[in-house]
């Protein structure tokens, strides 16, 4: 795309409100415009990140076992909330519509719920497995966070029902192994851990990104790959951290980028979602949910990845996340590059994909454009110049490899080809 073309202008300044480095860097990069306090816009750099982070989690959730994708509405009558006996609990963090009864939904539980003790009624049927990717409405009191804590946010949310309590932990483990797929495969580390169950089963599990940025705070085992949530640790000094952790214990702070919870018969209980067993008896199902915020991803990747401060501003995306994994920057004074940019958009990667490059067609100093260049943070960028074509081709610099050398334009599409 001619960054020309582009809608969504790089700042100098973000918002002044704005504290945090995620919304900092995503403002200035012209990801995100904010409308309001914890409600942002996704313009096109940020949905293309928003896009990738999507597919990415659509891909794994796409490998568990008879798993499906639906869409659910955001509008939720409140009797399903009355029946679940939840209407108090969420009392004041749900939108409400003040003439109708009804509001904006913070989670599906209810509305999933509803929707199969109507559509299965035989063990036959299970295990089923339907995921969203959606938008949320939660009241959050500080959302001062970015996108980290978003009064509108998208989030997946899976759904599983099991005919008994064995077979969901079997697809409660599968999962697990999933959402660690996920989190790699976008360029975070995250950390199994422990955390509360509420009344229905002892724990749920959560997956941590430390980061100073976070608003949770983990124990953190000495290989630093297991914790538990300082929320169940009701003494630091208990036995029971200590023989958690066999080791050296670090308390740290972290983003919850996922949360996997067995329900077990929470929702199926009160709203009778009942299937046929093998003997004719009916039962209630067992069930569990699984979330990832996509777009706290996408905060936690700035956080995690971004420089703001006393440099220049800067991000690097992970390059399966990239808004485009290709920036050619043109310095030439007569756009010496549009070929070359041309060719490259007509070009296949290694896995038989388009290749998206962002050109900097814009007359602009080298400066400028290198500063909008850092912040919208390619793995690779080429540059062309009057001096590159003297040395042969043009320059490229691959953040990820940490590698910079002067290419021709048939070897950087063989390289592309190549992976
Ligand atoms: P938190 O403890 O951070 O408030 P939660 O436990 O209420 O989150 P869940 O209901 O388990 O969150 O939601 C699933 C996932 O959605 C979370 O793991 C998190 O990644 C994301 N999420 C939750 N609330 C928000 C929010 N306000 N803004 C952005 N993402 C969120
Ligand atoms: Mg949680």
């Known amino acids: 795309m001619y960054q020309s073309h582009l809608f969504g202008p790089t700042r100098r300044e973000a918002p002044r409100e704005e504290e945090s480095k995620n919304a900092i860097l995503l403002s200035r990069g012209g990801y995100v415009y904010k409308t309001m306090s914890g409600v942002y816009a996704f313009l096109p750099l940020g949905w293309r990140v928003i896009q990738n982070l999507a597919r990415i989690v659509r891909e794994e959730m796409l490998t568990l076992p008879r798993a499906q994708e639906i869409l ?45 003790r109507h559509s299965v009624h035989s063990y036959r049927d299970l295990p089923v497995s339907v995921f969203q990717i959606q938008t949320k409405y939660r009241q959050e009191p500080r959302a001062k966070s970015g996108l980290l804590r978003g009064r509108e946010f998208l989030m997946k949310d899976l759904y599983s029902f099991h005919v008994s309590e064995e077979d969901l932990a079997e697809y409660y483990e599968i999962v697990k192994e999933a959402y660690f797929r996920v989190f790699q495969r976008c360029g975070l580390q995250a950390v199994l851990t422990e955390a509360s169950g509420g009344v229905f089963s002892k724990y749920s599990h959560e997956f941590q990104v430390v980061s100073e940025a976070g608003e949770d705070e983990i124990f953190l085992n000495a290989a630093g790959d297991y914790a538990r949530n300082k929320e169940i640790v009701p003494d630091e000094n208990a036995a029971d951290l200590r023989e958690f952790s066999g080791g050296q214990v670090r308390k740290v702070r972290s983003i919850e980028v996922g949360n996997i919870f067995k329900l077990n018969k929470k929702f199926s209980t009160p709203l009778q979602a009942l299937v046929q067993t093998e003997k004719g008896d009916r039962v209630e199902v067992w069930t569990a949910s699984y979330g990832i915020g996509i777009s706290r991803l996408m905060g936690a990747l700035v956080e995690a990845r971004g420089e703001i401060g006393t440099g220049p501003a800067r991000m690097l995306w992970p390059r399966e996340v990239a808004p485009f994994p290709v920036h050619l920057i043109d310095l030439t004074p007569d756009r010496q590059g549009e070929e070359l940019y041309h060719k490259l958009q007509a070009g296949r990667d ?70």
């Not at 108090?88 to 509001?103: A, F, N, Q, S, W």
């Not at 038989?352 to 100093?365: A, P, S, W």
């Not at 690779?380 to 043009?394: F, M, W």
């Open 350 to 419: 290694s896995r038989g994909g388009k290749v998206e490059v962002l050109y900097d067609d814009r007359t602009l100093g080298a400066g400028e454009k290198f500063a909008d260049a850092d912040l919208i943070g390619a793995p690779v960028r080429l540059i062309i110049s009057k001096r590159s074509l003297e040395q042969g081709g043009v320059e490229l610099i691959d953040w990820i490899d940490d590698r910079k050398e002067v290419v021709t334009v048939e070897d950087f599409q063989k390289m592309i080809v190549a992976g």
């Open 72 to 116: 659910m509405p955001a509008l939720q009558p409140l009797d399903i909330w009355r029946e679940s006996g939840r209407i108090e609990d969420i009392r004041e963090v749900m939108y409400r519509l003040e003439k109708e009864d009804v509001g904006l939904g913070p989670t599906h539980e209810e509305t999933i719920t509803d929707i199969f």
